[in-house]
């Protein structure tokens, strides 16, 4: 299981490099909706980080009159 989590954090981290990548080309409706699949993919990975029991990455985001705002998972961009 634990290789399943390295692996997982590292597609997402590979992923977040390709998103920055995609970013820098000019904008338009098919180059919007790569970054809104890029970012969708990202998202389900984390959906499967929790599966395999990680730990959440942002504890201080459940409480609504918290004003800490967690640095982003596994340092990605977005």
Do not use: H
């Amino acid at each position: 299981m634990e290789e399943q989590i390295i692996e997982t954090k590292q597609l997402r981290v590979d992923l977040d490099a390709i998103i920055q990548r995609v970013k820098a080309l000019p904008a338009n409706r098919p180059i919007s909706l790569v970054r809104t699949k890029l970012d969708e993919a990202v998202m389900w990975l984390g959906q499967n980080l929790k599966e395999l029991g990680t730990p959440y990455p942002y504890p201080n985001s459940r409480d609504t009159s918290n004003t800490t705002i967690d640095p982003t998972a596994d340092g990605l961009k977005f």
